[in-house]
């Protein structure tokens, strides 16, 4: 069974950086692409980023998305955090090497990790 783990949320002030992770379980990590949503309250779950196998990635934003194969972890730097930011912060995963932006193509979600971002 697939599992996602996040951590490294928090609250923290405008123009200050937080480290996100998620850590994965139950399936050939450095095979398979990864990516981070957001949801804010009220609003639908968006992309953040998404990085393939291989590494490559694409940002929405200021942020950046690295893995570590290795450790079979994700994560998500980011950085001149603004309260526009604030949301519930999730980490997904597809059954494909690829990266994509779209929703539906991720079929293991984590539990998610809130980060707030005061003015």
């Known amino acids: 069974q697939v599992q996602l783990v996040e951590s490294g949320g928090g609250l923290v002030q405008a123009g200050g950086s937080l480290r996100l992770s998620c850590a994965a379980s139950?399936?050939?990590?450095?095979?398979?692409?990864m990516g981070w949503f957001r949801q804010a309250p009220g609003k639908d779950r968006e992309f953040v980023a998404a990085?393939?196998?291989s590494g490559i990635s694409s940002v929405k934003g200021r942020f950046t998305i690295s893995r570590d194969n290795a450790k079979n972890t994700v994560y998500l730097q980011m950085n001149n955090l603004k309260p526009e930011d604030t949301a519930v912060y999730y980490c997904?995963?597809?059954?494909?090497?690829?990266?994509?932006?779209?929703?539906?193509?991720?079929?293991?979600w984590g539990q998610g990790t809130q980060v707030t971002v005061s003015s």
């Open positions: 997904a995963t597809t059954p494909s090497r690829y990266y994509t932006s779209s929703l539906r193509e991720y079929d293991y």
């Open positions: 139950g399936r050939t990590f450095s095979n398979y692409a």
């Open positions: 990085i393939s196998w």
